[in-house]
């Protein structure tokens, strides 16, 4: 079921399938240049396994959720994204989820298990990010040459209409800001206490694998960590079955 949800004065573009009441809530927070429809099948596949509800949405200015209020940004703006998963879990009446995050989703659901934890009962991230490093830059300047010169703004058109040019340089440019510089998430990490599976491909261009050693390190729940070869930053688009099986047998241990 596909639905507009009117949240904080904005309209999201949301798609649910509802289980049973009795279920935990898979919810699916995609890449800053990501949408529902991007994910592809992915998760209605591991809501099939588990037997879990799903929730996929795309954020305030992406996919076919109502544009940006502001194109501008501060240092803070995952967090007040954790906060507006929040408050769509209330609107939606979900009690208890597990998040599901790839890229800045990843940074986002570390966030929101840390502010939120009486209804986090577990966490997957996907090339999350905790602070900045130079791969990660080299990683969006080459993007941004990309969609300067290349057919990534095309790409992107298909899934955000008059929104790309939006979309992208909300990110491209607060990432390659100075004040982004200091960028840091790591004093939420001890506040997650579910359990948590970090995955990221060994050939990620966005992050190395210290983002992963920092997140196992000081979260203070049980942690998993699923790295994979020859796999860049998508690694449930590029090691598909692996990672449902890794991620099936992680919410089935929950």
């Known amino acids: 079921m596909t639905e507009d949800i009117q949240l904080n004065n904005s309209v999201l573009k949301v798609s649910r399938t509802i289980v049973s009441e009795d279920r935990p809530t898979l919810i699916f927070l995609h890449?800053?240049?990501?949408?529902?429809?991007?994910?592809?099948?992915?998760?209605?596949?591991?809501?099939?396994?588990?037997?879990?509800?799903?929730?996929?949405?795309?954020?305030?200015?992406?996919?076919?959720?109502?544009?940006?209020?502001?194109?501008?940004?501060?240092?803070?703006?995952?967090?007040?994204?954790?906060?507006?998963?929040?408050?769509?879990?209330?609107?939606?009446?979900?009690?208890?989820?597990?998040?599901?995050?790839?890229?800045?989703?990843?940074?986002?659901?570390?966030?929101?298990?840390?502010?939120?934890?009486?209804?986090?009962?577990?966490?997957?991230?996907e090339g999350a990010h905790i602070f900045v490093e130079d791969i990660t830059l080299k990683g969006i300047k080459d993007a941004v040459e990309a969609y300067r010169t290349a057919n990534l703004r095309q790409k992107l058109t298909k899934y955000h209409g008059d929104k790309t040019e939006a979309v992208f340089w909300a990110w491209a440019k607060m990432w390659l800001s100075e004040e982004f510089e200091s960028w840091n998430i790591e004093h939420f990490l001890p506040h997650i206490k579910c359990p948590v599976l970090?995955?990221?491909?060994?050939?990620?261009?966005?992050?190395?694998?210290?983002?992963?050693?920092?997140?196992?390190?000081?979260?203070?729940?049980?942690?998993?960590?699923?790295?994979?070869?020859?796999?860049?930053?998508?690694?449930?688009?590029?090691?598909?079955?692996?990672?449902?099986?890794?991620?099936?047998?992680?919410i089935n241990q929950i």
């Open 31 to 125: 890449d800053s240049l990501g949408c529902i429809e991007l994910w592809r099948d992915f998760p209605q596949l591991l809501g099939q396994a588990t037997l879990c509800n799903v929730l996929v949405y795309d954020r305030q200015g992406y996919g076919k959720s109502a544009t940006f209020s502001s194109i501008d940004r501060n240092n803070n703006y995952l967090e007040i994204e954790a906060d507006l998963l929040n408050a769509l879990m209330e609107k939606l009446s979900i009690k208890t989820a597990i998040l599901f995050g790839h890229s800045d989703g990843g940074s986002i659901v570390l966030i929101a298990a840390a502010k939120y934890p009486e209804k986090i009962k577990g966490v997957i991230t």
């Open 198 to 250: 970090v995955i990221q491909g060994e050939e990620d261009e966005y992050g190395s694998l210290a983002q992963v050693d920092g997140i196992l390190s000081q979260v203070s729940g049980e942690t998993q960590k699923l790295i994979i070869p020859s796999v860049a930053h998508t690694p449930h688009k590029e090691a598909k079955e692996l990672v449902l099986a890794k991620t099936v047998e992680f």
